[in-house]
């Protein structure tokens, strides 16, 4: 797409602008033009959403094994913000939630607990209790005078560094929380590694409502399942 400067009317292209009239049309001329391109970028964005979350509803609907549907949906989930690591918290009929799934491209690892009380002293319980997501661009750097506190536990005993994370509540029909997607440390590229978590990336607006709609998906399925 390209604006000419020219004398001619014949040429197909975005904008013509005669070279007397550069200084007064050309900067409106680019400008329009870049507001375009961001238009069609932005609903080209819209457009694969829907397909790639359109894929994923088709994708969950057909596995008939629990922990398999949750281990699709938080590779899912990961693949889609481009997420390093991630766990999915079932809530249990205890006011605890349990530690269901959880994947890291980094560092292989198990859980080390079972399960954690739906309170402030983690962000999955925090999230779990308030029924509110948390995006956080360095758990690190949360004041603390904040009303929910990270569990750096993990990162002390592995070495690995939680940098961002993003926790989204998973909810019933009844807009109940069933569960939490927690989804770690944003990169340029899934599948690879970190090599230097300084790299790592936080997690914008588009990346949260994505996980968003993964969220409720995933809920819908794993109702269905039940």
């Known amino acids: ?3 000419a400067i020219t004398d001619r009317e014949d040429l197909d292209c975005f904008e013509l602008v005669r070279p007397d009239e550069v200084f007064t049309r050309l900067p409106r001329a680019i400008r329009n033009l870049v507001e375009l391109e961001r238009l069609r970028a932005r609903v080209a964005q819209e ?3 829907v397909q790639y979350l359109n894929q994923i509803g088709l994708a969950l609907s057909a596995i008939t094994d629990r922990q398999e549907l949750l281990e699709a949906i938080l590779l899912h989930s990961r693949e889609a913000v481009k997420a390093d690591g991630g ?3 079932l809530k249990g009929h205890d006011d605890r939630i349990y530690f269901s799934a959880a994947q ?3 560092l292989e690892f198990e859980p080390t607990k079972s399960s954690m009380p739906i309170d402030d002293n983690s962000l999955a319980g925090f999230v779990a209790s308030s ?3 948390l995006n956080i661009d360095d758990v690190y750097k949360v004041p603390a005078d904040a009303p929910y506190q990270p569990n750096l536990k993990f990162d002390e005993a ?3 560094r939680t940098r961002s994370m993003l926790l989204v509540p998973m909810r019933d029909r009844d807009h109940g929380v069933i569960g939490v997607l927690a989804l770690v440390n944003r990169k340029p590229h899934f599948g690879v590694p970190i090599a230097d978590f300084s790299r790592c990336l936080p997690f914008g607006e588009a990346h949260v409502a994505l996980a968003g709609s993964i969220a409720s998906q ?3 399925a794993l109702e269905n399942y039940r």
């Open 158 to 160: 592995s070495g690995y």
């Open 87 to 89: 766990t999915i918290y």
């Open 104 to 106: 890291n491209d980094t």
């Open 47 to 49: 457009r694969q959403t």
């Open 218 to 220: 995933a809920a819908v």
């Open 1 to 3: 797409r390209v604006v």
């Open 131 to 133: 029924n509110e997501l």
